[in-house]
């Protein structure tokens, strides 16, 4: 069992000293990763129900707090720390030139030595869609054109794709990842997340809840387009109580996430980086799950 830190680019580390600590006591403890989360902007007063959270609201119900870009995040602790995988955990795909990203992951993962995980979701916040002039409808389309797109950018000689909303023919993007292709890594406890996840992606993350039914439908899909389910990593959030990681183990996930921060007021999560260390036994007790 890996355990992984999430979400680093928030609350106390928005600081870049605080950061700094952060990822490099969680590489001390044993934790294997970094989730980053994304909003480019957060309209006051939005509508959209956030789907984790009983209240609908984020932070709290709090619409102006300070949220890094995670790839500029990832990239400035990528040069501090030597093993720590360092994930978006989600980038809200349908809203980014699938081309532009690439480049970015590409780049992140080749200057970090083939450390980046790319987690991904189609988003949830109309209002912020709206401000950034991307049609919310159309969401779902995109995100899947566009992990076509990114792997054929990443992975083929001379890039060629064709398709409703990308469209480019022998488009050198270089340097290409590290690892040759980052991995993909779905985000979302929606069927239509698990969905995705099983049919197209290396990993999935069904973010706070991780209920068996939707690990194994997300399996089952994976199964249904001839792949192998065993290779679709499955990442979760902490459980109240760690001893349920044995039935965890035994859906086959592979990665527990830690909140760093209590700022959604839902978590009882790291308070500092000095806490990260007090894992040190739980991450070892665990590991070899």
Known sequence: MKFGLRYCNTGPYVDPVAAIELVQAGEEA??????????????????SPYPYSANGKMAGGQ?????????????????????????????????????VIAK????????????????????????EFEALGVPFAERGARTDEYIAAIRALWTQDKPTFKGRFVDFENAYCRPQPAQGSVPIIVGGQSKAAARRAGRFADGYFPAREAP???????????????????????????????????????????????PVTTLTGLDSGIQNPGDVLKWKDTVARFAEL
């Open 212 to 258: 068996a039914e939707i690990i194994q439908y997300a399996q089952a899909q994976a199964s249904a387009a001839g792949r192998d389910p065993a290779t679709l990593e499955i990442t979760v959030s902490m459980p109240a109580d760690p001893e349920l990681l044995n039935d965890y183990a035994a859906l086959g996930v592979s990665r527990v996430l830690v």
């Open 30 to 47: 044993g934790f294997d990763s970094a989730w980053t989360v994304e909003h480019t902007v957060v309209p006051e007063g939005y509508a």
């Open 104 to 127: 970015q992951v590409a780049t992140l993962d080749v200057m970090s030595g083939g450390r980046v995980l790319f987690g991904i979701g189609v988003g949830w916040l109309r209002e």
């Open 63 to 99: 619409d102006d707090v300070d949220l890094p870009d995670p790839l500029i995040w990832m990239a400035y602790v990528a040069s501090r720390t030597t093993t720590l995988k360092l994930a978006t955990g989600i980038v809200i795909l349908p809203q980014h030139n699938p081309v």
